[in-house]
């Protein structure tokens, strides 16, 4: 019986094995036989020269988010509680975002929102701000919810985004240069009224 246990096992591990083995692509690079070179994902034919088994490794995107951005999103992540409260909830996202602070947003509108929110705090008020599990923020106090972000290790200011170099300013054209103009001539006394 044990032994049944342990063949199936091996099956088992064997055709993870395989499928891992398969979910790598690979590409053939190879020359035909009218000399191009060929990029393929089949297996090229019989009288391909210089083949090569090229393997893919998964693709990365890269944030363009400081290092100490993303460790501290990924210690304390931020969690906005809010809705449609006016002032207060504005000015609250608006500092996350000044901040470049990478944020959830909760509208407490809703109920899965405001059981959240009531789970959280024990209360109904937004805004609220939560940064990791345990640094809460009820009510919005620009100064408290800058001490709980800085405390959390996001950076004090954005960083700086990327724009296109810089141009040199295009040349206006030379206006043609003119002669100053004479002098008006001086109107006679008494001459200066309409008739």
């Given at each position: 019986m044990a032994s049944n246990y342990w063949a199936w096992a091996l099956g088992v591990l064997g055709c993870f094995s395989a499928a891992l083995a398969y979910s790598q692509a690979q590409v053939y690079r190879y020359v035909d036989p009218d000399g191009r070179i060929i990029?393929?994902?089949?297996?090229?034919?019989?009288?391909?020269?210089?083949?090569?088994?090229?393997?893919?490794?998964?693709?990365?995107?890269?944030?363009?988010?400081?290092?100490?951005?993303?460790?501290?999103?990924?210690?304390?992540?931020?969690?906005?509680?809010?809705?449609?409260?006016g002032d207060l909830c504005q000015r609250g996202e608006s500092l996350l975002?000044?901040?470049?602070?990478?944020?959830?947003?909760?509208?407490?509108?809703?109920?899965?929102?405001a059981d959240r929110l009531k789970r959280l705090t024990g209360e109904m008020q937004a805004p609220v701000l939560q940064v990791g599990d345990k640094l809460i923020a009820k009510g919005?106090?620009?100064?408290?919810?800058?001490?709980?972000?800085t405390e959390a290790g996001y950076p004090?200011?954005?960083?700086?985004?990327r724009s296109q170099p810089a141009r040199p300013p295009a040349e206006a054209p030379k206006a043609a240069v003119q002669p100053p103009a004479p002098p008006p001539t001086p109107a006679a006394p008494g001459s200066g009224y309409p008739k």
């Open positions: 990029y393929s994902d089949h297996a090229p034919p019989a009288n391909a020269k210089n083949v090569e088994i090229k393997k893919l490794r998964q693709n990365l995107i890269e944030t363009d988010a400081p290092v100490s951005t993303r460790m501290a999103q990924e210690r304390f992540p931020v969690t906005f509680y809010t809705f449609a409260c975002n000044r901040r470049g602070v990478p944020f959830t947003t909760v509208d407490v509108s809703k109920e899965a929102g919005f106090n620009e100064a408290v919810w800058q001490g709980l972000l004090q200011t954005p960083p700086p985004r």
